[in-house]
Nanobody
Framework: ERQLVVSGGGSVQPGGSLTLSCTAS????????IGWYRQALGTECELVSS????????DYAASVKVRFSIYQDQAKNTVYLQMSSLTTEVTAVYYC???????????????????WGQGSQVTVSS
């Protein structure tokens, strides 16, 4: 069974950092595209960053470029999202998803044809 498990969320003060982990089982992360999505209260699911394999091309939403970094560890079969210089605007539930070509979710994260991990809350507040 193909599964993704997300860990690393939590609460942090503005300016702080967090790293989210997305660990796969049942498939290898380096054989598929992996995306990090987020959904804030009352908003639609947003693709924050992705890594397209097997080449490993990365991409970022304009709002997080420079501050976020996506990378993968094949040995741990895990993809990470390193977030720094956090602002309150990034508060949301974060998800990872996998597919051979990510499919845009229809509104809510967790929908559509991707394999989804469970959401992890990231809260930035003072």
């Amino acid at each position: 069974e193909r599964q993704l498990v997300v860990s690393g969320g939590g609460s942090v003060q503005p300016g702080g950092s967090l790293t989210l982990s997305c660990t796969a089982s049942g498939f290898s992360v380096v054989e598929v595209d992996i995306g990090w999505y987020r959904q804030a209260l009352g908003t639609e699911c947003e693709l924050v960053s992705s890594i397209r394999n097997p080449v490993g091309v990365t991409d970022y939403a304009a709002s997080v470029k420079v501050r976020f970094s996506i990378y993968q560890d094949q040995a741990k079969n895990t993809v990470y999202l390193q977030m720094s210089s956090l602002t309150t605007e990034v508060t949301a539930v974060y998800y990872c998803a996998a597919n051979r070509g990510l499919v845009a979710p229809a509104g809510s994260c967790g929908s559509g044809g991707n394999v989804w991990g469970q959401g992890s809350q990231v809260t930035v507040s003072s």
